[in-house]
C-alpha cells in the first residue's frame, strides 16, 4: 500500500499545526495537514464553552513571524475570549494561504513506518492515504477530552456536554437547571460565567482549586500601539524567561535572604498583577520547598477566604490536601463569589461520589440532584492522548501506544527512538503548556524542527532518529529535575493520575523554556548529536 508522496504530513490545526504547516511550505516542503475539526483553531475550536478564554497575556499568545501579522492584528483585551483567539487563526489562516493545505474532518486512522520506502504510511478515517517522509505531530497536549459514564445515563432526559466538544452554535442556558462536573481551569470559567444567568447551579466538586483573580482590561488603540512598539522588546524576552513570559521568578537563594514581611510585598505584587504571573513568578523555592509551599499557600487562601461570605463554604472550597502551585493555577473572575448567590450550590463528590443517572438529573449519596443540563469540565488524557489513539507504528512494528502505556518517553519531546522522521510539537518530556506559554515554547520548537528537517534534506540523508542513549539520558534529566519538585508529589494531569491506568510522570519539562532552548540551540548548532542521521 502506498498513498499520495509527500514531504510531510502534520497532524492538526491548531495554534502548533498552523505555524509548523507555514514554516514547512516557506521551506520548499510539500504538506499535508490533517485536522478533525471543521476549521482550524483546535484547542480554540473545541472549547467553545460559556466564558473560554486564554490566561497567558494576548501581546504575548500570538505568532512572531510576521511583521504584518503583528502590525494588522489588534487584540481587544488582555485575555481574550475563545472566539477572538479562533478568529486570530482563521485570519492567520487566510493571510498565510494554509486552508489550502488543510483537509478538514479527517482523522489519522494509522500511521506505520515503512523502512524501504523511508516513508510513513498514513491512512485517514475519509480513506485518504499518504507516503510523508515526515510526521510531524501538532496535536496539542490538551485535546482528547476525559468523559466520564455513570450507569442509567440513557435514562437521563436532559442534555449533557463536554466543555471541549461544546457545540459552535450558542447554547441558551438561561432559565435552566445546570449541573457542572469538575472544578479546574475549564470548570471555574463555565461556574463564574453561568452562575448569574442560569435557575440553579450545582458544582459537584471532587477537590478544591486555589485560584488567582484575573486582571484583565480593554486594549484600546492608544494601547495597541504602544504593545506593537514593545512587540521587538517582548519578542525576544519571552525565550529568556522559565515560563516563556515577560517575567521571570527571583533567583534560587533570594527568598532565603528576605523577612516574611518582604517575602509578602513579592506576593503582593505578584498577586496584584493578576496574572500567571501568580503561579511561577514569586521564588523558584515555592515549588520545592515545602517550608515556603506552606507560606505561600497560606498567602492565597487568605485572599480566596475573604471572597466567600460563609466560612463553612469557604472551608470546603479552599484546599487543605495540596500546596498552592503544584498544580496548574486557574485564573477566575468571580468564581468564589458564585457560591455566594442563592441559585449555586455545592456538593462534596469525594466524600460520596456521584452514583447514576436517573430520568431527572444525577444521583450521588442517595440523593437526586434534578438538572436540565450536565456539563463535564472533567479535563483531558493530556500529552499522550490524542497521539495514543492514531495507530503509530514505528521501526520493526512498534506501537507507539504499546510504548507509552508501559512508559511515557521522548527525547526532549522531539522524538522517540524506534519512530525515524516522527516529530512532536509539544510533545511528552517538553516544556509545554504545563510549564509554558504556549506560543513561546511551540514556536521554538517548530523552528528546531524545521531547522533539523531542512538539514537532513541538505545533507542527503533520509532519517532522523535519536539513539537509545539520547533518549535514556533525557528521561533521566527530566525525571531528576521533575522529582526534585513538589508536583510529583500531587494528583493531577500533570503527572497523569487524572487517567486510570496511566504510567505516573511529569508529563511535561520544568527544567525551564529558557534552558530547554538553550539545550536545543546546542544541538542544532553541534550537528545534533545524539540523533541519528541516515
Ligand atoms: P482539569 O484541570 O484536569 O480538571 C478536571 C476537573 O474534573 C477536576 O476538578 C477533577 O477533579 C474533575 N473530575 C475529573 N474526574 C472526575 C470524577 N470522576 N468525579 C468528579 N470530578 C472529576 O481539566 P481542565 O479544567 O479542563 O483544565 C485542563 C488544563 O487546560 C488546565 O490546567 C490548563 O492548562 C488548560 N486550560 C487553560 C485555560 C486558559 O488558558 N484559560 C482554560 C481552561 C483550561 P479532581 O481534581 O478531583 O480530579
Known sequence: MSGQQIDALVVGAGVSGLYQTHKLREAGFSVVTIEAAPDVGGTWYWNAYPGCRVDSPANIYQYWFSQDLLDEWAWTERFPTQPEIKRYLQHVARRFDLYSAIEFETRVRSAQWDEEAGRWQ????????????????????LSTPKVLSFPDEEKFQG???????????PVDLSGQRVGVIGNGATGIQVIQT???????????????????RMKNYKVDSEMM???RADYPRISKLVHTTFGGFTWDPAEEGVAATLTPEQRHEVYETCWADGSLKMFVGTFPETLVDPVMNAELTEFVRGKIRIQIDDSALA??????????????????????????????HLVDVRSEPIEAFYEQGLRVGGREYPLDVLIMATGFDAGTGTLSRMGVTGRDGRSLTELWQRDIRTTLGFQVHGFPNLFLVGGPLSPSAAFCNV??????????????????????KRTMEPTLEREEA???HHDEVANSTLMVTVDSWYTGANIEGKPRRLLSYIGGAHVYRELCNDIQKNGYPGFQLA
Open 194 to 212: 453561568l452562575a448569574p444567568d442560569v435557575a440553579e447551579l450545582t458544582v459537584f466538586q471532587r477537590t478544591p482549586q486555589y485560584a488567582v
Open 225 to 227: 500601539a504602544s504593545w
Open 159 to 169: 442534555k449533557v456536554y463536554h466543555t471541549a466538544r461544546w457545540p459552535q452554535s
Open 439 to 460: 506560543q513561546t515554547c511551540i514556536q521554538q520548537q517548530i523552528d528546531w524542527i524545521t531547522d533539523a528537517i531542512v538539514n537532513l534534506q541538505q545533507s542527503g
Open 474 to 476: 533525557w528521561v533521566q
Open 315 to 344: 472551608d470546603q472550597l479552599i484546599p487543605s490536601d495540596h500546596g498552592y502551585g503544584l498544580k496548574r493555577v486557574p485564573l477566575e473572575s468571580g468564581y468564589y463569589e458564585a457560591f455566594n448567590r442563592p441559585n449555586v
Open 122 to 141: 498514513v491512512v485517514t478515517d475519509t480513506g485518504s492515504t499518504y507516503a510523508a517522509r515526515f510526521l510531524v505531530s501538532c496535536v496539542g497536549l
